[in-house]
Structure formats: structure tokens, C-alpha cells
């Protein structure tokens, strides 16, 4: 990857990316050994100019940005990266340094369903004794079908009563048992998106 570091007086601008939810979590710098740094570690590394060195998101704090991809502008002087957080981009515990609570709030939503549908995937793979999951997948497609009928009726109950504090704690159980039943039959979540995506498009 070519980079022209000396148009930008030897720094690049690299905007992050959050590789599942879209968000634009930061913007920082690199110079050449930032960049290095990164791809060599898979961790972002930026040079601060405020430290006159380099940093590594989350050195102190724990909150790093896996690397999942690094992509270039057309012209040449600066990055896109997309990125796996392990916790809050911004010092201030935001999800983004640019605040969207709203869509950092939605994208804290999704990536915790990506999360338990790496659990349950992990479960299936690695059994734990004790855990629940795996009790579902012991009993099977039919036990885990039936469990997902039971609470879809009893989150329309909740919904027809207004009983909505309840409802809330029924729909949890339909989701997370729907996605036991995914995971049980070989599917996965992105595939019943890609059926709402094409709906989407008629």
C-alpha cells in the first residue's frame, strides 16, 4: 500500500470505521511506522501529535481497535480503517468521538447481538457443562423450535395486555432462543438479513 506521507507533511489522516455497524467511531494520524505498527500488531497506532510519539488505542485503557481492514483514498494520502472495538472509542465513554448517542446506541445494540451469536457459535463448537445453550443444543432442533414458539406467544401476550416491562424480558428470550435455533440449523443471523435486504430493494 502507497501512501504519499510527504502531500501531508508526513502524516496521514486515517478515519476509524466500526467493521459491523458502519459508525465512524474516530479520526487520527499516522506517519509510516504507525501504519507498520498496525498492520504488524492488528491493533491501531497512531502517531500522537499531542505526545510527539506513537499510541496504540487502548494502551492505558484497555479499549483497543482490532483491524479487520485497511483501505486507502483514490488519492493516495489518506486511510480508511475498519475496526473491531473491544470497548468505548472515545475518552469520554462514548461509543464515537463524535457523539450520535442515538447511533452509538444502536450501534452498541448490534454489536452485542453479533457478540451472543458468537457465544451461542462458540457453545456449539466448545460445549460447557452447566451452560444452558448447550443443554438446548443437547435436546435439539425440536426442543430449540419449540422453546422459540413459546415465547414468540408469550411476547404477544405481553404486547396485546400493554404489559410492556415484561414484554421486553419475553422478547430477549425470543431473540436470544431464535438465534440458538440459527446457529442449531446451520444458519446464521446475516443470512435472514440478506432475505430482508433483497425484500427491501422490491
Not at 154 to 161: K, L, N, P, S, Y
Not at 165 to 183: F, N, P, Q
Request: glycine share 8%; proline share 2%; hydrophobic share 40%.
Amino acid at each position: 500500500m502507497e501512501l504519499d506521507f510527504d502531500k501531508t507533511g508526513g502524516l496521514v489522516p486515517a478515519v476509524i470505521q466500526d467493521e459491523l455497524t458502519g459508525q465512524v467511531l474516530m479520526l487520527g494520524y499516522m506517519n509510516q511506522e504507525a501504519l507498520d505498527k498496525t498492520r504488524q500488531e492488528g491493533l491501531v497506532t497512531f502517531f500522537s501529535r499531542s505526545k510527539n510519539r506513537l499510541w496504540t488505542k487502548g494502551e492505558t485503557s484497555g479499549n483497543t481497535l482490532q483491524v479487520k481492514s485497511i483501505i486507502r483514498d483514490c488519492d493516495a494520502d489518506s486511510l480508511l480503517i475498519k475496526v473491531n472495538p473491544t470497548g468505548p472509542t472515545c475518552h469520554t465513554g462514548s461509543t464515537s468521538c463524535f457523539g450520535e448517542e442515538a447511533a452509538s446506541n444502536r450501534a452498541t445494540a448490534i454489536r452485542f447481538i453479533a457478540d451472543l451469536e458468537e457465544v451461542i457459535q462458540q457453545r456449539k463448537a466448545n460445549p460447557v457443562e452447566g451452560s444452558y445453550t448447550n443443554f438446548l443444543f443437547e435436546k435439539g432442533v425440536n426442543k430449540i423450535a419449540q422453546k422459540v414458539g413459546e415465547e414468540a406467544v408469550e411476547t404477544v401476550i405481553d404486547a396485546v395486555a400493554g404489559e410492556l416491562d415484561t414484554m421486553k424480558g419475553e422478547a430477549a428470550d425470543l431473540l436470544y432462543h431464535l438465534l440458538v435455533l440459527l446457529s442449531a440449523t446451520g444458519l446464521e443471523l446475516k443470512d435472514v438479513v440478506e432475505v430482508l435486504q433483497e425484500r427491501h430493494k422490491k
